[in-house]
Structure formats: structure tokens, C-alpha cells
């Protein structure tokens, strides 16, 4: 079983400031995605990373996958009440995912 | 891209009782995938359903407590049987096309 740990699983921070999630697994993964999910809705993708150290950036957003595949990161720059949610990274490996357990952030005003 | 519809969004069912869980896709997948998400945790895959033939089941996941239909390559639907305060949870359909798409989910509460 191919297991994912984010951490930290709970975050609270002030409007501005940054912030970093990881993702973490001692397996490899075709791809690796993140997601975004609002109270009351499903998960809703962010992006996907394929190759190992690949970068991504999606306007305040970046995303890092770790060189062997194992590993991610999600970086907010100052961070807006709006990124206020719930983040899954999940792994992708013969057309499945495995999630990781998400990291809540809260951003006060 | 692919856009799911899921019914009901929400429902609140007494405890014994079972609950058919609808998901629609606006395009033909082959695999349709059925998670639960328990208040403030992750996603927990419960089935993958084909199109044809009996879904598979993740460990800790019976047919008999979650039957599952495939009628044809754009519908599916989760049932949730004798339920139990303990299904409590959000219930949601997902396809696999080069991503993963999710519905919004069905929110149920068992009382």
C-alpha cells in the first residue's frame, strides 16, 4: 500500500504570510497532484506534477516535486483569506490515487 | 475535463435504512471510483466500478454494505446499506481522465 503523509495537518497564519505543505512517501509515483477543497464540495485539482524536480507555479502557488518522485511541496506566498481550505496532495501510480490525510489552512484577515 | 453531477447533494437518513447515491458524467469513462471522506480527513477509496462488471472493492469495503451499479459508461450509482451513524460521511464519485475528477459529493448523516 502506497501511503502519503502531509504535514503539518493543521494550519492557521495571518493574511500575508507564507506558508509551506508537504507531502511525503517512501513509495514513487507516476504523477502527484494537489487539490484544493471547500466545505460542501469535492476536491478540486491545482496542478499536476509529472517529472522529478519539476516546478510549478500557479499565480502565489508553487509546487515542487521531489526529485525521485517520492515527495512534494505546496509554498503560498502571502497568503489571502480566500486560500482558506482544505489541501490534499495525492499519488498516482497504475491509473489510481492515494491521498494523503490534508492539511486544513486557515487564513485570518 | 470532465464535469460530475452527483444526487442527492446532502441527506439525512434514520439508522437501518439504505441510501442510493447517484453520479453522472458528462462524457464515457471506463472506470468510475467511489470515496468516502469522514468529517475533517482524507479521502478513502471504497470501489472502482466498470462499466460490465462487478465493482472492486478496497479492503475494509463489502458488497453487501456498499453495492454498486454500472449500467453504462457515464453512470453509477454507491448504495449505502443498514446504515449506521458511523456512515456518517461525504460520499464522492470520481473518473480518471489523464487527471482525477471529483463530484461535489453527497454530505449524508446518519441519526
Known amino acids: 500500500t502506497q501511503l502519503l503523509e502531509q504535514s503539518p495537518q493543521f494550519l492557521s497564519i495571518q493574511e500575508g504570510e507564507n506558508l509551506t505543505v508537504y507531502c511525503n512517501s517512501s513509495s514513487v509515483f507516476s504523477s502527484l497532484q494537489w487539490y484544493r477543497q471547500e466545505p460542501g464540495e469535492g476536491p478540486v485539482l491545482l496542478v499536476t506534477v509529472v517529472t522529478g524536480g519539476e516546478v510549478k507555479k500557479l499565480k502565489r502557488l508553487t509546487f515542487q516535486f521531489g526529485d525521485a518522485r517520492k515527495d512534494s511541496s505546496l509554498h503560498i506566498t502571502a497568503a489571502q483569506t480566500g486560500d482558506t481550505g482544505l489541501y490534499l496532495c495525492a499519488g498516482a501510480w497504475a491509473g489510481k490515487s492515494t491521498f494523503g490525510d490534508g492539511t486544513t489552512l486557515t487564513v485570518k484577515p | 475535463s470532465a464535469v460530475i453531477s452527483q444526487k442527492p447533494s446532502r441527506d439525512i437518513c434514520q439508522r437501518g435504512t439504505s441510501l442510493t447515491i447517484q453520479c453522472q458524467v458528462d462524457?464515457?469513462?471506463?472506470?468510475m471510483f467511489w470515496y468516502r471522506q469522514q468529517p475533517g480527513q482524507s479521502l478513502t477509496l471504497i470501489a472502482t466500478?466498470?462499466?460490465?462488471?462487478?465493482?472492486?472493492?478496497e479492503s475494509g469495503f463489502v458488497i453487501d454494505k456498499f453495492p454498486i451499479s454500472r449500467p453504462n459508461l457515464t453512470f453509477s450509482t454507491l448504495t449505502v446499506s443498514n446504515m449506521s451513524p458511523e456512515d456518517s460521511s461525504i460520499y464522492l464519485c470520481?473518473?480518471?481522465?489523464?487527471?482525477?475528477?471529483f463530484g461535489p459529493g453527497t454530505r449524508l448523516l446518519v441519526l
Open positions: 462524457s464515457q469513462v471506463t472506470m
Open positions: 470520481s473518473v480518471f481522465q489523464e487527471t482525477q475528477y
Open positions: 466500478a466498470n462499466q460490465g462488471s462487478e465493482a472492486t472493492y
